[in-house]
């Protein structure tokens, strides 16, 4: 008699996350603080602990004392098509790590159960799939002719052929949020501090592929770090700017991972680096931004590496600028809504996120609502124009201290 085969299996967990299904103590604590399932309505599917719960009676089902003794019980694929379904409505940001009574890791949870169901042919969920082919055809998830990257920079941007401080600009912000990556270079140039960038040679950073488990495929995530690190190194970089919260996570974390390697250049965020030069003096402002300003911590940046400040003492330092904290910050902030391929896959719950982070903002009575990632404000500003708030303004940090440089911006090609 032919022993029945598990319907799932153990690929892509660690045995520390075998037992962090048992882990669990059901006390509810991320259900309460979870985004998504609250913008959702409140649907259980989304529900972390219940996510949790699941997939560990799955694993019994498949691998417990029972499947031992008598055969593994099947798993109809309509339930793992569920569940699936459940496990990507998730933005991957965190909270429900942060409040965890039992420590539980889920964001990587979360990124193993995806690359699991991708191996066995069931994930990803829907236009996620097209990741993979995008990136691997057009260097970047948007479709763009990568060669556009930069090459619309106004003539007055002084980009070296080499240097040791290398902006990283990314797909969302060359491509689609062209007003970021104009305002960093103006402001190194302004600064006096000589630059280089990879231009068309420059690759999307791999986290689409790596939040939702598609990191494998091909190795396309693994060659394309690899090829980026290559590329930096080629252009005697010591020191690598991000303006962009993901592909700084992306880098920081996931590049070393995928590549077995340590990076040989340092990662900065560009708040990070701002923060530096304002505290030595060397940033000089030349005008006012007499606004108040509330600020969104993005979770890549933030719950993921640990970065809460920087941002913030860039924005206290602009002058005029009233600061306004809302009440959901830093470990506990609430999700923009756009990650771990929400955005994509299911644009209204990604919106749904948005929506009720604005609402956060606008109880401050801000003015503006300002992050450090160029996809938090993407997602940020539709949510804005979805309530109707017309009045408040989504700005990037880098921008506003363009402007408050004197830097102006009013020539930013449209993408």
């Given at each position: ?32 603080w979870c985004p998504t399932y609250d913008a959702s309505g409140q ?327 300002s992050s450090a990632c160029p996809f938090c404000k993407r997602n ?36």
């Amino acid at each position: 008699m032919v022993k029945r085969q598990p319907s799932i299996n153990t690929e892509n967990f660690t045995a520390v996350q075998l037992m962090e299904l048992d882990s669990c103590s059901r006390c509810g604590e991320c259900v309460n603080w979870c985004p998504t399932y609250d913008a959702s309505g409140q649907n259980p599917g989304l529900a972390p602990r219940d996510k949790i719960l699941r997939w560990g009676e799955f694993m019994k089902k498949s691998y417990g004392l029972r499947a031992r003794l008598f055969g593994p019980k099947h798993i109809p694929l309509e339930e793992l098509e569920e569940f699936k379904n459940d496990v990507y409505g998730c933005t991957t940001c965190g909270m429900c790590a942060t409040v965890c009574e039992s420590a539980i890791n889920t964001v990587e949870l979360w990124e193993s159960m995806r690359a699991n169901l991708v191996k066995s042919g069931i994930g990803p969920y829907g236009k996620q799939s097209m990741f993979l082919k995008l990136i691997g055809e057009y260097k970047n998830p948007y479709m763009a002719d990568n060669k556009d990257r930069v090459n619309w920079f106004p003539a007055d941007i002084k980009v070296e052929e080499q240097a040791e401080v290398l902006y990283f600009g990314g797909c969302t912000a060359e491509l689609k949020q062209r007003k970021l990556a104009l305002a960093t270079a103006r402001v190194l140039n302004k600064l006096g501090i000589k630059f280089t960038m990879l231009g068309e040679s420059e690759i999307c950073c791999g986290s689409a592929l790596i939040r939702t488990g598609q990191y494998f495929i091909n190795d396309t995530a693994k060659i394309n770090a690899q090829k980026n690190i290559d590329n930096i190194k080629a252009k005697g970089a010591k020191t690598v700017l991000y303006a962009c919260a993901g592909c700084y996570r992306a880098s920081l974390i996931d590049w070393p991972r995928l590549t077995g390697k340590e990076l040989p250049f340092k990662v900065v965020h560009v708040t990070q680096f701002l923060q530096d030069l304002i505290q030595k003096g060397e940033i000089k402002w030349e005008k006012s931004i007499d606004k108040k300003v509330t600020y969104h911590d993005p979770c890549h940046l933030g719950r993921h590496v640990g970065v809460f400040e920087p941002p913030r003492a860039v924005l206290q330092s602009i002058p005029g600028i009233e600061f306004i904290e809302m009440e959901r910050i830093e470990e506990n902030q609430r999700c923009c809504g756009a990650g771990g391929g929400v955005k994509a896959g299911i644009p209204d719950l990604a919106l749904g996120v948005a929506r009720t982070r604005v609402e956060d903002a606008l109880a401050t009575q801000a003015e503006l609502l300002s992050s450090a990632c160029p996809f938090c404000k993407r997602n940020l500003s539709d949510g804005r124009d979805a309530l109707g708030a017309n009045e408040l303004e989504v700005e990037d940090v880098v921008v506003l201290v363009a402007e408050a440089m004197g830097i102006d911006l009013s020539d930013t090609p449209a993408e």
